[in-house]
Protein backbone atom coordinates (compact mmCIF):
# COMPACT_ATOMS: atom_id res chain seq x y z
CA UNK A 1 0.00 0.00 0.00
CA UNK A 2 2.93 2.24 0.75
CA UNK A 3 3.89 2.09 -3.02
CA UNK A 4 0.49 3.29 -4.18
CA UNK A 5 0.85 6.84 -2.17
CA UNK A 6 4.12 7.83 -2.79
CA UNK A 7 5.53 11.35 -3.03
CA UNK A 8 4.46 12.23 -7.03
CA UNK A 9 0.59 10.37 -6.05
CA UNK A 10 0.03 12.82 -3.34
CA UNK A 11 1.84 16.09 -5.28
CA UNK A 12 -0.73 14.91 -8.11
CA UNK A 13 -3.49 14.79 -5.29
CA UNK A 14 -2.95 17.65 -4.30
CA UNK A 15 -2.63 19.66 -7.55
CA UNK A 16 -6.05 17.78 -8.62
CA UNK A 17 -7.46 19.07 -5.12
CA UNK A 18 -6.44 22.63 -5.46
CA UNK A 19 -7.97 22.79 -9.26
CA UNK A 20 -11.02 21.72 -8.34
CA UNK A 21 -11.29 23.88 -5.14
CA UNK A 22 -10.44 26.92 -7.01
CA UNK A 23 -12.91 26.04 -10.05
CA UNK A 24 -15.83 25.59 -7.66
CA UNK A 25 -15.00 28.35 -5.11
CA UNK A 26 -14.97 30.69 -8.21
CA UNK A 27 -18.38 30.01 -8.98
CA UNK A 28 -19.99 29.78 -5.29
CA UNK A 29 -18.26 32.78 -4.69
CA UNK A 30 -20.02 34.41 -7.72
CA UNK A 31 -23.17 33.44 -6.38
CA UNK A 32 -23.94 30.13 -8.04
CA UNK A 33 -25.31 27.80 -5.01
CA UNK A 34 -26.46 24.63 -7.15
CA UNK A 35 -24.58 21.76 -6.30
CA UNK A 36 -25.00 20.24 -9.43
CA UNK A 37 -22.97 22.90 -10.96
CA UNK A 38 -20.47 23.35 -8.15
CA UNK A 39 -19.40 19.81 -8.55
CA UNK A 40 -19.20 19.82 -12.68
CA UNK A 41 -16.96 22.67 -12.11
CA UNK A 42 -14.90 20.63 -9.57
CA UNK A 43 -14.66 17.70 -11.75
CA UNK A 44 -13.77 20.40 -14.77
CA UNK A 45 -10.75 21.32 -12.49
CA UNK A 46 -9.07 17.86 -12.64
CA UNK A 47 -8.63 18.27 -16.74
CA UNK A 48 -5.62 20.84 -15.87
CA UNK A 49 -3.53 18.26 -13.49
CA UNK A 50 -4.84 15.72 -15.71
CA UNK A 51 -3.54 17.17 -18.71
CA UNK A 52 -0.35 17.70 -17.44
CA UNK A 53 -0.23 14.16 -16.42
CA UNK A 54 -0.41 13.41 -20.22
CA UNK A 55 2.12 15.91 -20.91
CA UNK A 56 5.75 13.84 -21.93
CA UNK A 57 7.59 16.97 -21.02
CA UNK A 58 6.87 17.81 -17.81
CA UNK A 59 9.04 16.38 -15.04
CA UNK A 60 6.78 16.20 -11.89
CA UNK A 61 4.26 13.91 -12.59
CA UNK A 62 3.42 14.32 -15.79
CA UNK A 63 4.85 11.04 -18.16
CA UNK A 64 7.92 12.34 -18.85
CA UNK A 65 8.59 11.90 -15.22
CA UNK A 66 10.99 9.84 -13.55
CA UNK A 67 9.60 6.57 -11.79
Request: hydrophobic share 50%; with cysteine; charged share 30%.
Amino acid sequence: MEKLIDKKFKAMAASWFRAAAAAAACLYIDGETDLKKLGTAALAGFLGPALKWLDPKATEFGRGSKK
